[in-house]
Structures are given as structure tokens and as C-alpha cells.
Nanobody
Framework: QVQLVESGGGSVQAGGSLTLSCITH????????LGWFRQAPGKEREGVAV???????IYADSVKGRFTISQDKPENTLALQMNNLKPEDTAMYYC?????????????????????WGQGTQVTVSS
């Protein structure tokens, strides 16, 4: 059974840092992309950062220069280092995996591309 399990969320003040982790279990087929998404109350889920199987990374404009995505393949973990956090970063953060081919027109930061999701970890940033 495929599982993605996030951890590392919490409450911090603006300017602080958090590192999110995602442990993946249960699949042996290759992944095309792994990514982090977030969803704030009343808003749509948005892509934050993704990493291709070849190591290429893509970031949302709102987090460039502040967030870093990384992957440890032997350990089956995905991380998101978040620095200089802002109140607008407050959201539920989700780890996601794309293990099936999709329409190439669907961009990597588009949630439609991903077929496995974790349960989420809450990040709250106070001003």
C-alpha cells in the first residue's frame, strides 16, 4: 500500500524556519516527480516546489529564494526547507508523488499531475 507521511509542521514567527519531511512507503515503480503543495483555508491547493526524478527542481514564485526541496532516494524521503517564513505561508502542506505518465501540458506544479498524496502537516506563521 502506497503511503506518503509528512512531518515537521508547526507554529513559528515570521522570519523563522521549518523543515518538512515526507517518508514514502509501498511503491516500487519509478516516480516522475515528487512535490510539496499547500492549501490555506478557502483557497485552492497550490504547488510550492517539485523535484523531477532527474533532480531538476521547480519553485513557485512566491517561495523562490526561501524554500528548498530535496530528496534522499535511498531513504525514500523528501524534504522542504523553509526559511524566512511569512504569514502568507500559513497552510496545510502536502507531499505528493507522480507515478503515472500524464498529459505533458500539465505543468509540474499542477496538482492534477500527482496521483498519491499524504495527509498533510500544518504550518502556521504568526506576524
Amino acid at each position: 500500500q502506497v503511503q506518503l507521511v509528512e512531518s515537521g509542521g508547526g507554529s513559528v514567527q515570521a522570519g523563522g524556519s521549518l523543515t518538512l519531511s515526507c517518508i514514502t512507503h509501498g511503491y516500487t515503480y519509478p516516480t516522475y516527480c515528487l512535490g510539496w503543495f499547500r492549501q490555506a483555508p478557502g483557497k485552492e491547493r497550490e504547488g510550492v516546489a517539485v523535484i523531477h526524478n532527474n533532480g531538476t527542481t521547480i519553485y513557485a514564485d512566491s517561495v523562490k529564494g526561501r524554500f528548498t526541496i530535496s530528496q534522499d532516494k535511498p531513504e525514500n524521503t523528501l524534504a522542504l526547507q523553509m526559511n524566512n517564513l511569512k504569514p502568507e505561508d500559513t497552510a496545510m502542506y502536502y507531499c505528493a508523488a507522480q507515478t503515472m505518465r500524464t498529459n505533458p501540458a500539465i505543468q509540474p506544479l499542477n496538482a492534477m499531475r500527482y496521483n498519491y498524496w499524504g495527509q498533510g502537516t500544518q504550518v502556521t506563521v504568526s506576524s
